[in-house]
């Protein structure tokens, strides 16, 4: 089960309470206090991890509750510390007030992570109030509530190239044949219930991200059909690929279809919408795709591609199109500038392993310094005062 989207709550542990003693022992006269503090609660830690690719852990389970620190003991012994509750998410999960509806924090790389609830503060024990003036307290705290929160966790795939176009334009068709990506295809609309990404090689040294998303109708930006749910996947994407199917089975008219999208990608999104975009004709072995062809040209005012996934026909290009436009989006990325959605991505995955300099290595102690002259054959009596 693919889960995006859910809201769970949390609750970080509470802190142990303080220890009221007094040491009585045999023999030992006024002992004095010894109550120990008790243990701090436990946090609630969400941390992106690699091989995680769902949310499906947390559909059925809406609670999360962080254990509690132990109270403080006689003799002086404090309350052990309750262990942190972490949580791993995909790469690209965004953590989401509920109540307030911000951005707590992006989850865009693995290893990234934040505390949701902090656990609360353990309280003190009686020895710990212990003075000149208050030799005998018999005062306590008690530990702190932890916190509690309820977040929303919204996963926004990592992808480099996203796939857009009508029900049944043959995106998923596209992918498994650039990829080794293997989604549902049907001759049917909606086939596709989930996104899908696949890795595509346009070099052995060079890969990108592909994510196909559920084709959109009118109104999907207004929650009709399914594509509203899935555009947040294709957020992150640098380039947007627009399927455009010359001969739809509605009998609808292809150039008004591409303008539907685009019409839905800005009630959406106008920062969506803005981003570099590549239109395609798909299913060129059909009659009737060249003129299709020339009046989204016309009408578009830019190149449109034929591509066939069943004959090959134009794939290779295409490929090697996407490779040098994401290319270019990365290089045409300020160094100084922090990188936004359109060019983290082509930056992270087209740049060639090749053109990462390695860390200089680092030599061990007998090959520095004095000693990296000797050798069986040089001694030290060998050298005289200079070191020659």
């Not at 040491?23 to 109550?35: A, H, I, L, Q, W």
């Not at 690719?53 to 962080?66: D, E, G, H, P, V």
């Not at 949580?87 to 865009?108: C, N, R």
């Not at 043959?170 to 990829?179: A, D, Q, V």
């Given at each position: 089960?693919?889960?995006?989207?859910?809201?769970?709550?949390?609750?970080?542990?509470?802190?142990?309470?303080?220890?009221?003693?007094?040491?009585?022992?045999?023999?030992?006269?006024?002992?004095?206090?010894?109550?120990?503090?008790?243990?701090?609660?436990?946090?609630?830690?969400?941390?992106?991890?690699?091989?995680?690719?769902?949310?499906?852990?947390?559909?059925?389970?809406?609670?999360?509750?962080?254990?509690?620190?132990?109270?403080?003991?006689?003799?002086?012994?404090?309350?052990?510390?309750?262990?942190?509750?972490?949580?791993?998410?995909?790469?690209?999960?965004?953590?989401?007030?509920?109540?307030?509806?911000?951005?707590?924090?992006?989850?865009?790389?693995?290893?990234?992570?934040?505390?949701?609830?902090?656990?609360?503060?353990?309280?003190?024990?009686?020895?710990?109030?212990?003075?000149?003036?208050?030799?005998?307290?018999?005062?306590?705290?008690?530990?702190?509530?932890?916190?509690?929160?309820?977040?929303?966790?919204?996963?926004?795939?990592?992808?480099?190239?996203?796939?857009?176009?009508?029900?049944?334009?043959?995106?998923?068709?596209?992918?498994?044949?650039?990829?080794?990506?293997?989604?549902?295809?049907?001759?049917?609309?909606?086939?596709?219930?989930?996104?899908?990404?696949?890795?595509?090689?346009?070099?052995?040294?060079?890969?990108?991200?592909?994510?196909?998303?559920?084709?959109?109708?009118?109104?999907?930006?207004?929650?009709?059909?399914?594509?509203?749910?899935?555009?947040?996947?294709?957020?992150?994407?640098?380039?947007?690929?627009?399927?455009?199917?010359?001969?739809?089975?509605?009998?609808?008219?292809?150039?008004?279809?591409?303008?539907?999208?685009?019409?839905?990608?800005?009630?959406?999104?106008?920062?969506?919408?803005?981003?570099?975009?590549?239109?395609?004709?798909?299913?060129?072995?059909?009659?009737?795709?060249?003129?299709?062809?020339?009046?989204?040209?016309?009408?578009?005012?830019?190149?449109?591609?034929?591509?066939?996934?069943?004959?090959?026909?134009?794939?290779?290009?295409?490929?090697?199109?996407?490779?040098?436009?994401?290319?270019?989006?990365?290089?045409?990325?300020?160094?100084?500038?922090?990188?936004?959605?359109?060019?983290?991505?082509?930056?992270?995955?087209?740049?060639?392993?090749?053109?990462?300099?390695?860390?200089?290595?680092?030599?061990?102690?007998?090959?520095?310094?004095?000693?990296?002259?000797?050798?069986?054959?040089?001694?030290?009596?060998?050298?005289?005062?200079a070191g020659q």
């Amino acid at each position: 089960m693919f889960v995006d989207r859910v809201e769970i709550d949390l609750r970080a542990g509470r802190g142990g309470n303080g220890c009221v003693s007094f040491r009585r022992e045999k023999y030992v006269p006024r002992g004095g206090p010894d109550g120990g503090d008790g243990g701090d609660g436990a946090s609630i830690i969400l941390e992106a991890r690699e091989g995680v690719n769902s949310l499906a852990q947390f559909a059925n389970r809406k609670f999360w509750r962080a254990p509690n620190g132990a109270p403080g003991q006689g003799s002086g012994c404090n309350g052990r510390a309750a262990r942190d509750l972490k949580l791993y998410v995909p790469p690209g999960t965004a953590v989401i007030d509920a109540k307030q509806h911000f951005v707590i924090k992006d989850l865009l790389k693995p290893g990234d992570s934040v505390v949701v609830a902090r656990g609360g503060k353990r309280g003190r024990g009686n020895a710990s109030f212990k003075s000149a003036q208050n030799q005998a307290p018999r005062e306590s705290t008690p530990g702190e509530e932890g916190e509690s929160r309820l977040v929303i966790l919204e996963l926004k795939s990592i992808a480099d190239v996203g796939l857009l176009g009508m029900p049944n334009a043959g995106k998923s068709t596209l992918l498994s044949r650039i990829s080794a990506a293997r989604p549902e295809i049907a001759n049917y609309p909606f086939t596709t219930k989930h996104p899908n990404i696949g890795i595509v090689h346009p070099t052995p040294d060079t890969s990108f991200a592909v994510a196909d998303i559920p084709g959109l109708i009118e109104g999907a930006s207004e929650g009709v059909g399914l594509g509203h749910e899935f555009l947040r996947h294709v957020e992150r994407a640098g380039l947007l690929v627009h399927l455009v199917e010359p001969a739809p089975s509605d009998g609808s008219d292809p150039v008004l279809n591409y303008q539907t999208i685009r019409h839905e990608l800005e009630s959406y999104s106008p920062e969506l919408a803005k981003r570099d975009e590549i239109v395609v004709v798909s299913k060129c072995e059909l009659p009737g795709a060249e003129p299709v062809r020339d009046a989204l040209a016309e009408a578009t005012q830019r190149e449109v591609r034929l591509i066939s996934a069943v004959t090959g026909q134009g794939l290779p290009e295409l490929i090697q199109r996407i490779a040098r436009r994401l290319a270019e989006l990365a290089a045409a990325a300020p160094a100084t500038a922090a990188p936004d959605a359109s060019t983290e991505a082509a930056g992270r995955i087209t740049a060639p392993a090749g053109d990462r300099s390695p860390k200089p290595r680092r030599l061990p102690p007998h090959l520095t310094g004095l000693t990296a002259k000797l050798s069986d054959e040089r001694q030290p009596r060998d050298f005289d005062e200079a070191g020659q």
